[in-house]
């Protein structure tokens, strides 16, 4: 029996924790007896109000399996962002829209394109492959779509997503962009009840810049009040985690979605003066202005490489 697990990267979101589901569908479409959709972390509240809409089961989580067992990647291909004993297993799937940085042992189906989300890619792997859509895949589909892409509004959006989503709507029968996405983004800021070390760490991506090891967290919300209000409770996490993980760099932006706008909490004096030079910011009272950089994989990561070179 050909069996095959499919995992999205640690501190799952939306599009991890969906196209794990659609890539499962899709596996067995492609012949696999069972494929099985896994996270590596908790749901975030914008996933969680999903799945419950959609009354979807959460998946397990897990973060290592058996030694030789197949797995698909989806949505990440980076080794720090991946299962703790990838080495050991056999990666036959990687559908993926982040830069790759992959290495296997032996061939792979591999699937890598610069759009929004990994739900566009699969989507797309249904049509050539003249795969039924059901209306529940196409709205998990349209639903990757729209928080990547922040209702279209973030620089990672590309005129083909925007095609893409119209022909979802469709097949999901959805007939507002916005009155559906809204809902997900009040969910993902809902943040009161939340202690403040699982507030920063609520998408966060490690990225490692020449020889530099830099933790980059990432609050998208309709309300930016949730996390700037508790500032001084950051900072002092932020300085704890940057110790305890010897990291080199460490920053938060608090992206509002309704604004548009990318407020950054900057620790110390490095912090400060990196972010100041790279975006040219100034900073009050460990806040920066970085206007409407909504993007971290487009918009932030790409000027803090060649700051780092």
């Keep these: 029996m050909r069996e095959i697990k499919v995992v999205g990267h640690k501190v799952p979101d939306t599009d991890c924790v969906l196209?794990?589901?659609i890539a499962s569908d899709y596996l067995e479409k492609k012949g696999y007896n069972k494929a099985t959709a896994y996270i590596q972390g908790w749901l975030n509240k914008e996933t969680e109000y999903l799945l419950e809409k959609?009354?979807?089961?959460?998946?397990?989580?897990k973060t290592s399996f058996p030694e030789g067992t197949n797995i698909c990647l989806v949505d990440h291909n980076e080794e720090f962002q991946t299962l703790d004993n990838l080495s050991e297993l056999n990666v036959e799937w990687v559908i993926d829209h982040h830069k790759l940085k992959f290495e296997t042992p032996t061939p792979l189906n591999i699937r890598v394109e610069p759009i929004c989300s990994t739900g566009s890619i699969l989507y797309k792997m249904y049509k050539e492959a003249w795969?039924?859509?059901?209306?529940?895949?196409a709205t998990m589909m349209l639903a990757c779509i729209l928080s990547d892409s922040l209702l279209f509004k973030s620089a990672t959006t590309t005129k083909e997503d925007t095609i893409l989503a119209e022909e979802l709507k469709e097949i999901s029968?959805?007939?507002d962009f916005e009155e559906f996405a809204m809902p997900m983004f009040n969910a993902k800021s809902d943040l009161w009840d939340m202690d403040v070390l699982n507030l920063i760490k609520y998408d966060y991506k490690e990225f490692e810049l020449w020889g530099k090891k830099l933790w980059i967290w990432t609050l998208e919300t309709t309300n930016p009040g949730y996390g700037l209000w508790r500032k001084d409770e950051i900072l002092e996490w932020l300085e704890?985690?940057?110790?305890?993980?010897?990291?080199?760099f460490i920053m938060l932006s608090i992206v509002d979605i309704i604004w548009e706008k990318n407020t950054t909490i900057c620790l110390n004096w490095f912090e400060s003066k990196v972010i100041s030079k790279v975006f040219n910011s100034e900073i009050k009272e460990n806040l920066a202005d970085l206007k409407n950089r909504l993007s971290r994989k487009k918009q932030?990561?790409?000027e803090l490489t060649k700051y780092f070179n």
């Design 54 to 61: 959609l009354n979807i089961t959460k998946p397990e989580v």
């Design 173 to 175: 029968g959805i007939t």
């Design 19 to 21: 196209s794990a589901i």
């Design 300 to 302: 932030v990561i790409p």
């Design 131 to 137: 795969f039924e859509i059901s209306k529940e895949i």
């Design 240 to 248: 704890k985690i940057k110790k305890e993980d010897n990291l080199d």
